[in-house]
């Protein structure tokens, strides 16, 4: 035996393969897979659409002169998205206390768990000592 360690699946004496990205380029291809999929929740056309009617609005105010409308609907929409990430951080917040209620898959796990920890959840009653047998 070598004493050299190998990851999971590696035969000895068949080198290890060397990763393919370090940890570096794996954190920002993590982060660039979670940005799309959160951006795939956005529905950009309905807010070109928002945007569009937005300008024809503030194009149709008196007093309002024409070149700056368009800078006036942006800013409006910008502090529109400004607030979004609070108000969908509270949202998920909201949404996670629900699902720990309403989960039938995030219950049964939970009562597996109690099952294995010698405990019964809250829901069943009472809770078996954690003393060691003899």
């Known amino acids: 035996m070598s004493g050299q360690l190998h990851p999971p699946g590696t035969p000895p004496g068949v080198p290890p393969v060397p990763p393919l990205l370090t ?24 807010l070109y659409h928002i945007a569009q009617s937005l300008d024809s609005s503030l194009g149709e105010i008196d007093g309002v002169p024409d070149d700056s409308v368009g800078e006036l609907a942006h800013s409006i929409l910008d502090r529109a998205l400004r607030r979004l990430p609070d108000d969908l951080r509270g949202y998920l917040r909201i ?13 049964e796990e939970a009562r597996q768990a109690s099952r294995r920890n010698g405990s019964v959840t809250a829901t069943g009653g009472g809770r078996r000592s954690k003393r060691p047998h003899s």
């Open 23 to 46: 940890p570096a380029q794996a954190a920002v291809l993590l982060d660039q897979v979670i940005y799309e999929q959160v951006l795939e929740c956005v529905d950009l056309e309905a």
């Open 95 to 107: 949404s996670e206390w629900a699902a720990r209620e309403d989960c039938l898959l995030c219950q």
